[in-house]
């Protein structure tokens, strides 16, 4: 407690220098990230086109991490399939226009879709969106989903791409990559499981009992722990270990995010009742947990 309000201070004081640095961080994980999944554009991976796009993200919107993300990944797809570019290029405007039309300000999540699939996370993001965005986040997490399985469908199956602007090849290469996204079960069960996952993270949430919100971030946990891992096993496309450390590791992440940015004082929770001439008033006072002050605990 005492480390999260002097960093709550820190932040307060010095956010016009923090703000940037934490989005320069991120976006610079994030084009090394995709760099090194895929990393077919050798320019692309060049120190100084990183860094260029690492401080653009730091003095733009914290949504332009995943414009630039974006941008990173169609350019390594040019180097594979054409089709494949095209294809992605149009899932990226529409995740991007779908979600600035709902939650502009926090596009920056739709980048951690990608990220925390690429690093074996997937699980905490759903978590994650149901606590800051609400039940609106299911839109677009519909479309980025897709989005990481094209990107995983062709780091699979780089090599079998011919790359050609032959017109039957561009034909044969669209049919291939229809059929490798589009007829995975295992795209479609993640889109359901995230989606139930943010509905009921953000039903739960909103309930009046006490730690409303850890008792969201635990079932939503566990929602995606029985559909997402238990029926990828079934449909054969999941791993057990990896599946289960990214819960685990999930779990950790949204408990943390839950306590940095949502701290209350449950012991102190008071009901109280008031009434005029109509009607019975039944008011449940939750008080904010107060800044650690050292003098008055000295006392």
Known sequence: MIIRDRLRTIYGDYDVYIRPVLKFFFALLCILSINFYLGYMPQLKMIPVVLIGALFCSVTPAG?????????????MTEVSLVAAAVTAFLAVMVGVLYLGFRPGRAWLMALIPLCFMWKIPFFIPVVLGLAAGASAAVP??????FWFLMRF????????????????LTQEFTTIANGVLKDKYMYLLMLTFVLCILTVTVL?????DHAWTVAVFTGIILEAVLGVGGGLILGSGN??????????????????????????????????????????????VPKIKPYDEDERRE
């Open 64 to 76: 332009t991490t995943a414009f630039v993300g974006a941008v990173f990944v169609i350019g390594h």
């Open 141 to 146: 997490v519909v479309c980025a989903i897709p």
């Open 154 to 169: 062709v780091h699979d199956n780089a090599e079998a791409f011919q790359n050609s602007v032959d017109l039957a090849v």
């Open 205 to 209: 949430k909103r309930l009046s009992i």
């Open 240 to 285: 057990l270990v990896f599946d289960v450390i990214g819960v685990a590791v999930s779990l950790v992440l949204a408990l943390l995010y839950e306590y940095v940015f949502f701290g209350v004082d449950y012991s102190g929770t008071e009901r109280l009742q008031f009434e005029d001439d109509d009607y019975y008033y039944y008011v449940k006072a």
